[in-house]
């Protein structure tokens, strides 16, 4: 008997972590220039004639963007996602001293 209550507790446990790690989320920063490029999406893709929109802050950190229409725009990501790397782009110049050292 209590070999089935320690397996149901176990399995539970890994269900609910498992559960927890793929659908909990934090809010993640914008820059203003972000949250202004989103809203201009919005507008085009929404076909909304709202003049202004307000940052929406979480702490000293923007999160997203009101519209005047009212949509609301929260930036959220996994709690296990890591921070995006940066891409790092090589110029034309770089690849042609490498190219012709070799």
């Given at each position: 008997?209590?070999?089935?209550?320690?397996?149901?507790?176990?399995?539970?446990?890994?269900?609910?972590?498992?559960?927890?790690?793929?659908?909990?989320?934090?809010?993640?920063?914008?820059?203003?220039?972000?949250?202004?490029?989103?809203?201009?999406?919005?507008?085009?893709?929404?076909?909304?004639?709202?003049?202004?929109?307000?940052?929406?802050?979480?702490?000293?950190?923007?999160?997203?963007?009101?519209?005047?229409?009212?949509f609301r725009y929260m930036q959220k990501?996994?709690?296990?996602?890591?921070?995006?790397?940066?891409?790092?782009?090589?110029?034309?110049?770089?690849i042609y001293q490498k190219l012709h050292?070799?």
């Amino acid at each position: 008997m209590i070999e089935i209550i320690a397996i149901t507790l176990w399995v539970g446990f890994t269900a609910y972590a498992i559960w927890y790690f793929t659908s909990a989320k934090h809010y993640a920063p914008l820059t203003p220039s972000e949250a202004g490029l989103l809203w201009k999406i919005h507008k085009q893709t929404a076909k909304c004639d709202s003049k202004r929109w307000r940052e929406i802050r979480r702490g000293r950190k923007i999160v997203g963007f009101a519209c005047e229409c009212g949509f609301r725009y929260m930036q959220k990501r996994p709690i296990v996602a890591g921070t995006p790397q940066p891409v790092v782009k090589q110029s034309a110049t770089t690849i042609y001293q490498k190219l012709h050292r070799a």
